[in-house]
């Protein structure tokens, strides 16, 4: 009697196993799917609701000049930001692709040279007999040079290209994000509310903490270090375009890329000024000096304006975050990777701390208060 109900139980715990493994399965199957599915909308929608996080101040001033009509203030920011952003990026996209094929051709075909200074130089005040010199003896030895290990560098080109053809791409994945912002703002209090409860749901007591976290570290991270590196790399790219400066595309994307990673945009601008001073007249490569210098030191500016309190962010996070972005995800990848790498560490730091520790000091780089057990 024994026996026969043992073997019962084992054959029912046997079954109940093979159900729940089944169950399991097909749950995992179908999240498995469903990534599968929304994968290439991924970055777009991410990068979205960051958008949507980082304009919700200003969203709340258009609803408030138009009577608090949510769809319209919506719709009216989303064809601002889409004229406002987009229009500056598609002129500059092509001059980008244009470049890149340039530097591709001249890899393949082994014939890179560099131009001998123009006569123009050697009569610049002060520096131009250093100026010639030097853009002489690069000419004659750096284009030989470049040309010898130009072989050697083919698959960057394969990369540059790829990155250049990914370029159109990444403008309509920004395109698709902005208006999935809209949407977003459209439905701001229904957004928040669901974000708060699925951080409560993952964080118990504290996920309303870790939502303001997270919002108050996107807000800061885009306007503070990516909305001022975007609106100066794309003023310098206009610049570019304006004075006509061969590749101004390729240029900007460069500039954008020292902006996010806190270098800024002088090692781009610096060499380009001397290239307009020496083939352009004076009076113009006067105005492209001042201009250079206005882009070049607005992060002085934007950044007390945009940045509010701060975010406190080791360089190293938001470099590997920029970088580690760009290369996975394309342009589009390049702020993605930042602000999400910057949340990661900040809740990393939140949950390493303790429950103790308020969230906005972390946030603002304040080092938790230690207890007298730990002194």
């Known amino acids: 009697m024994t026996d026969s109900s043992e073997t019962s139980r084992e054959g029912q715990l046997t079954a109940r196993v093979v159900e729940i493994t089944i169950r399991l399965g097909l749950i995992l199957l179908l999240l498995g799917w469903c990534f599968e599915i929304v994968r290439p909308f991924l970055v777009p929608m991410v990068w979205g609701g960051i958008i949507a996080v980082a304009s919700s101040h200003g969203y709340g001033h258009l609803l408030t000049l138009l009577g608090g009509r949510r769809v319209p203030a919506a719709v009216i920011y989303t064809l601002l930001a889409l004229v406002v952003l987009m229009v500056p990026a598609l002129l500059l996209t092509g001059t980008l692709i244009e470049g890149v094929q340039g530097i591709v051709e001249g890899m393949d075909q082994g014939r890179f040279r560099i131009p001998p200074p ?11 007999g250093w100026v010639t010199s030097l853009w002489a003896e690069a000419s004659q030895n750096l284009g030989a040079t470049l040309k010898t290990i130009a072989p050697h560098f083919k698959g960057v080109g394969t990369w540059l290209l790829t990155v250049a053809a990914g370029a159109g791409l990444g403008l309509v994945k920004f395109m698709f994000a902005i208006v999935i912002s809209g949407v977003l703002l459209a439905h701001t209090e229904a957004a928040r509310t669901a974000t708060y409860a699925v951080a409560r749901r993952l964080a118990g007591e504290r996920g309303a903490d870790f939502a303001s976290l997270a919002e108050a570290t996107v807000r800061s991270v885009t306007r503070g270090i990516l909305g001022v590196a975007f609106i100066q790399s794309l003023l310098a790219g206009l610049g570019f375009l304006a004075f006509g400066v061969p590749a101004a ?28 001073f020496a ?38 996070v938001i470099f590997i975050g920029a970088i580690g972005g760009f290369l996975s ?16 560490y900040k809740l990393f730091l939140v949950w390493l701390h303790g429950p103790d520790t308020p969230p906005h000091e972390l946030l603002l780089g304040k080092q938790p208060a230690r207890s007298l057990d730990e002194r």
């Open 118 to 128: 123009p006569q123009s130089v050697a009569g610049w005040p002060v520096v131009g």
């Open 249 to 276: 595309g390729l240029w900007a994307l460069v500039a954008l890329l020292l902006s996010v990673v806190q270098i800024g945009v002088f090692p781009v601008v610096i060499p380009i000024v001397i290239y307009v």
């Open 279 to 316: 083939t352009a007249t004076t009076g113009k490569a006067v105005l492209f000096l001042i201009w250079s210098l206005f882009v070049g030191s607005i992060d002085n500016i934007l950044k007390p304006m945009l940045l509010g309190r701060g975010v406190a962010a080791p360089m190293a």
């Open 329 to 344: 995800s394309g342009i589009i990848g390049l702020f993605v990777g930042s602000v999400i790498l910057v949340l990661g």
